[in-house]
């Protein structure tokens, strides 16, 4: 059911009924990885959003600086600075609990055309949670489905990617393979 | 226990001017910049942030640069700031499973699928100081050896599946997991708020139960079946958008243990479970909360808890670093009428004492 939820379409949040959690007890889940928010593939509003939080703000304030218009905004929510408190799950599967909590800067703006961009930001960085606010708007916007700011987009999720790839392969060339040495029996 | 006090204003403002001074050092060395501290002292930024029970590493750097790197101190100003934020919400629990690897090894088995990677670790250096880091050298270390990435499996590797192990713990069970900053600890415990407690307690304190609990005083017999640590990505549930997004990402250790149990009446003999989980690359803490996680867990496989370790309410009423500072550190306050009163209290008694011998009483009329 939560899985569903995570592939609902992008859009605002229509207030609804809460989830209850039914009585009868539930199977066990199976392990399965979980689909990532974050996809560089696939750059629908839940993955740039989230591309937008990942990407350092040295990125941001380039592709900003590199639109030939910038948009003007008000804000529907000002930059804010808080927290959220990380879970986890016992043995990474199983009991959720609360592990400690994380510093996030949140915003909300709105574009002088309509729409409306959200962002929930890691860090107390203003500056990087309006700059996602104004990018996940802009992206909103039709005539920008095959715009500069989307192919930047797509850029910065590539390059957080090819980040990563290089520290796992960095992280590969520490791969040991310690040899035993084992007292042959009835010597 | 202490009586209030006044007075002492200029003599207070002297001591923090004096401290500010200590603080800075010899002014013909350059200034320590909270940058440097985040990037240079990391692991002194991962135990302060995880400690200090909130993630923002230059937080935690400036924290220690004002605590002068005393970093239960440190702990204490981070812990104390972490007050002042309002709350956005809780995180989708971390798909550690999915982590991102910069070091994994396995104790159990020479070969585990995905392989042992020692990644940056203190392991087999020669502990023998480096004079060469003396000089400061701008030079940085040659870039890393590069090899083709492996995919590291989610799960315990050559013991996921092993009959021997306890059952995985069902995810299904998505009860909402209690929060020990909101509600007090109430016995018998539940596991969720132990490990909460056990990730934000004091590394020396868990580390030396720990410890007890291998040197005889808690039968744990613990194997490290998978130490890894890494980025995972955080997501929260986003209210005006309905749905969760990826709001960045952290480094977390992660630590399985496996340990021994002869088994009871209901269950065979097998291998259990325990679980350390920590902000950033924190190791030591990881195993120790582990091994904890796994002592505590007495009642569950009808142990009988008689071991410190074992005791959840001595080892969670009292793994706070911030709590026991504090406590410890009130000493220091003035105990003026205190003291006056234990001194009259031991003179009356004094007063009266040796006892006189008693006499048996006499029944004559």
């Not at chain 1, 910038?70 to 808080?82: T, V």
């Not at chain 2, 990505?233 to 990826?246: K, R």
Request: aromatic share 6%; hydrophobic share 40%; proline share 6%.
């Amino acid at each position: 059911m939560r899985r569903d939820a995570r592939r609902r379409p992008a859009g605002l949040h229509t207030p609804g009924k809460a989830t209850t959690v039914s009585d009868t007890t539930p199977p066990p889940r199976a392990i399965e990885p979980r689909e990532s928010a974050f996809n560089p593939d696939r750059l629908d509003r839940r993955s740039w959003i989230s591309t937008l939080a990942l990407a350092p703000l040295t990125d941001l304030d380039a592709l900003w600086d590199g639109l030939a218009d910038k948009p003007s905004f008000l804000w529907l929510k000002a930059p804010q600075r808080g927290a959220a408190m990380v879970r986890a799950r016992a043995g990474g599967t199983g009991q959720k609990f609360n592990l400690g909590e994380m510093t996030i800067t949140r915003c909300v703006v709105q574009l002088s055309t309509g729409e409306a961009g959200v962002a929930y930001v890691a860090g107390r960085s203003c500056r990087h949670a309006a700059l996602a606010a104004v990018f996940d708007a802009l992206l909103q916007r039709e005539d920008e489905m095959d715009g500069p700011i989307r192919r930047g987009v797509e850029r910065l999720a590539r390059e957080i990617a090819k980040r990563r790839r290089r520290v796992a392969n960095e992280v590969a060339a520490s791969k040991v393979d310690f040899a035993m040495l084992v007292q042959e029996a009835g010597r | 226990m202490f009586s209030t006090v006044t007075g002492g204003e200029a003599a207070i403002a002297a001591a923090h001017e004096l401290l500010a001074r200590k603080r800075r050092g010899d002014s013909r060395v350059a200034e320590l910049g909270v940058d440097q501290v985040r990037e240079q002292l990391s692991l002194a930024v991962d135990r302060v942030m995880s400690e200090g029970s909130l993630h923002d590493p230059t937080l935690a750097a400036l924290a220690i640069k004002q605590a002068q790197g005393d970093l239960g101190e440190a702990i204490c100003l981070l812990r104390a700031f972490r007050t002042t934020l309002e709350r956005f919400g809780e995180t989708e629990a971390v798909d550690t499973p999915s982590m991102r690897i910069r070091r994994r090894i396995a104790t159990t088995h020479k070969s585990v699928p995905g392989g042992q990677l020692l990644g940056p670790t203190y392991d087999y250096t020669h502990r023998l100081l480096d004079f060469a880091l003396m000089a400061e050298n701008e030079d940085l270390p040659p870039d890393p050896a590069v090899a083709v990435a492996e995919v590291v499996p989610a799960t315990l590797g050559a013991l996921e599946g092993n009959a021997l192990l306890e059952a995985a713990l069902a995810a299904a069970d998505d009860a909402e997991p209690g929060d020990i900053t909101r509600d007090t600890i109430t016995f018998p415990s539940r596991r969720d708020v132990r490990l909460q407690n056990l990730a934000r307690g004091e590394e020396g304190f868990l580390q030396g139960l720990a410890y007890s609990t291998m040197r005889g005083f808690g039968r744990n017999h613990p194997f490290i079946a998978d130490l890894r640590h890494g980025e995972v990505e955080v997501e929260l549930q986003v209210p005006e958008l309905g749905f969760p997004v990826c709001v960045g990402e952290i480094t977390l250790t992660e630590c399985q243990t496996v340990h021994r149990y002869p088994g009871d009446a209901a269950r065979p003999p097998q291998l259990t479970r325990g679980y350390g989980l920590s902000f950033g690359q924190c190791e030591r803490r990881a195993i120790a909360m582990a091994l904890l996680d796994r002592a505590m867990r007495a009642n569950e496989f009808n142990e009988e808890a008689e071991f410190p370790a074992q005791d959840e309410e001595f080892v969670l009423a009292h793994s706070d670093g911030v709590e026991a500072s504090g406590l410890i550190q009130h000493l220091k306050l003035p105990h003026y009428v205190d003291f006056q009163a234990v001194q009259q209290l031991l003179e009356k008694l004094r007063a009266s004492w040796p006892p006189r011998p008693q006499e048996f009483p006499d029944d004559s009329e």
